[in-house]
């Protein structure tokens, strides 16, 4: 099965600052996905990005707040801009590997202070 | 709206019981309904799956029962062991609608030895 290597694992902010995530797959796949979870709570789907096009986002979210980028089929990048202390989340990657099996990364846990 | 619904919110269950998860969908155009395990610092990973035409599946100790007419199916982990105490997360996946996981508000499950 496919690895999804996501980075940084973790990190710490100043408000009003951006940070950029970066989710690698060890295959190429057409759709790939960011979610936001906060501990102890469920997945919240952030935006669809496909390879080609621009990302496609859920309620709620915005491209100016979470600007994402889709080089190619294996890489896609996460920004979370202009922090603020609410912010503060777990974001993880996904990726469509198989016709209905999705690979998470491990995530980002991000601290906004 | 929350459209897959899941109980209890927490689990705590005797080395060799059973653990049983509920979930329930509003959706009736949902397609396939996988389960999730996610361990603590880690992304959620595909435990089993099963399609809507299809009242049970079983791998291992894992079994997922499907009630298509009363919208619910449900999770059991049979035999349950201390290294199967993390959070599961039912979802719903929706070809037509993008791909997209539609996950339910997970279950934290601890295995007393």
């Known amino acids: 099965s496919a690895v999804i290597s996501q980075k940084p694992s973790r990190d710490i902010c100043q408000r009003g600052t951006s940070l950029t995530i970066q989710c690698q797959v060890d295959s190429q796949v057409t759709m790939m996905f960011w979610y936001r979870q906060q501990p102890g709570q469920s997945l919240t789907l952030i935006a669809t990005?496909?390879?080609?096009?621009?990302?496609?986002?859920e309620s709620g979210f915005v491209i100016d707040k979470f600007p994402i980028s889709r080089p190619n089929l294996t890489f896609s990048t996460l920004t979370v801009s202009n922090m603020s202390p609410e912010d503060s989340s777990i974001y993880l990657c996904?990726?469509?590997?198989?016709?209905?099996?999705?690979?998470f990364g491990s995530g980002t846990r991000l601290t906004v202070v | 709206q929350q459209q897959v619904k899941q109980s209890p919110q927490s689990l705590i269950v005797q080395k060799g019981g059973i653990s049983i998860i509920n979930c329930a969908y509003e959706?009736?155009?949902?397609?396939?309904f996988p389960w999730y395990q996610q361990f603590p610092g880690k992304g959620p990973a595909l435990l089993i799956a099963?399609?809507?035409?299809?009242s049970e599946k079983k791998e291992g100790r894992f079994t997922i029962s499907f009630n298509k007419s009363a919208k619910q199916f449900s999770l059991h982990i049979m035999d349950s062991q201390p290294g199967d105490s993390a959070t599961y997360f039912c979802a719903a996946i929706r070809k037509a609608a993008g791909n997209k996981l539609t996950f339910g508000g997970g279950t934290r499950v601890l295995v007393k030895p």
């Open positions: 959706n009736t155009a949902f397609d396939y």
């Open positions: 099963i399609r809507p035409d299809v």
């Open positions: 990005a496909n390879q080609g096009s621009e990302a496609t986002y």
């Open positions: 996904s990726a469509l590997t198989g016709y209905y099996g999705y690979t």
